[in-house]
């Protein structure tokens, strides 16, 4: 436990003038973004609907972006010789890299983000409005798909990021996004063979529409489906989590 304090005490120091700069970045651009929507788009402060979007949105750009870079080094082999000649287990590294990319990550974004979205919603709101702050933990089943979602696309961007040795966000994007694709394009295939019905789209993990007496039809999945499918993606993570630390136990030998 002392050396694992150590090792996280050593990366902070060495990589936190770095994070802050990051932090304030992201600070300036979810202000602009969020003041350009309220005041030239919407011309009214965001509804919960809309604060929930940019939560989710930022999240996913900022994490995953973030994520792809804390095991880059180990990606190159020029790099890595002197992260991997450190006296720490290689779960120890891990865990490091983890938890400042996932846990931590996780709670300074929400931090961050609760602090520019309360700024813009009273910055911009006219007299008399009344101001509803979108809360995360209002209701559980956004919060885990939320957060299932998150645990999903880290665990790819943190395979990306020890997996290939230069631009992991772009390869790791590109792969998971052809893969998505691929799917979109035979879901609609696949499940007018199994249903017997010739659809007029089908969302890939989401609802079907077909015509009937020229009437559009819409199967929407029900509630029980969507905590299925977080837990699903949750899994996923834990499977991705696992081939990172067998690639970084690679790397140690």
Same mark, same amino acid.
């Given at each position: 436990?002392?050396?694992? &304090?150590?090792?996280?005490?050593? +990366? ?11 932090? &304030?970045?992201?600070?300036? *651009?979810? !202000? ?9 788009? $919407? ?13 989710? /949105? ?6 995953? *972006? ?9 990606? @190159? ?5 002197? /992260?991997?000649?450190?006296?720490? $287990? &290689? ?13 931590? /990550?996780?709670?300074?974004? $929400? ?6 979205? $309360?700024?813009?919603? +009273?910055?911009?709101?006219?007299? &008399? ?6 809360? =995360? ?6 919060? !885990?798909?939320? !957060? ?51 659809? @007029? ?6 609802? =079907? ?45």
């Amino acid at each position: 436990m002392q050396r694992f &304090g150590l090792l996280f005490k050593k +990366h902070t120091s060495e990589n936190y003038k770095s994070y802050l700069l990051s932090v &304030g970045v992201l600070i300036g *651009i979810m !202000f602009l973004l969020m003041s350009f929507v309220t005041f030239k788009i $919407t011309g009214r402060i965001m509804n919960l609907n809309q604060q929930k979007v940019f939560y989710i /949105l930022f999240l996913f750009a900022a994490g995953t *972006i973030f994520t792809s870079t804390v095991l880059a080094n180990l990606g @190159d082999k020029k790099k890595a010789i002197a /992260l991997l000649t450190l006296p720490a $287990t &290689g779960m120890e590294k891990y865990l490091v890299s983890w938890l400042y990319s996932f846990v931590i /990550l996780l709670f300074a974004y $929400t931090g961050i983000y609760y602090l520019v979205n $309360t700024s813009v919603l +009273h910055l911009f709101k006219q007299p &008399g409005e009344e101001v509803k702050l979108f809360n =995360i933990f209002a209701e559980s089943n956004t919060f !885990f798909q939320i !957060f299932s979602s998150f645990a999903f696309l880290h665990s790819l961007a943190f395979l990306g990021s020890i997996w290939f040795e230069k631009t992991q966000f772009i390869k790791t994007a590109f792969i998971f996004l052809f893969f998505i694709l691929i799917l979109q394009l035979v879901n609609k295939q696949i499940l007018q063979l199994l249903l017997g019905l010739e659809l @007029d789209s089908a969302v890939l993990f989401g609802d =079907i529409a077909f015509l009937q007496n020229k009437e559009r039809v819409i199967i929407k999945m029900p509630e029980t489906y969507e905590y299925l499918l977080s837990l699903l993606l949750l899994v996923l993570g834990f499977i991705l989590w696992t081939a990172t630390y067998d690639r970084l136990k690679e790397k140690q030998v």
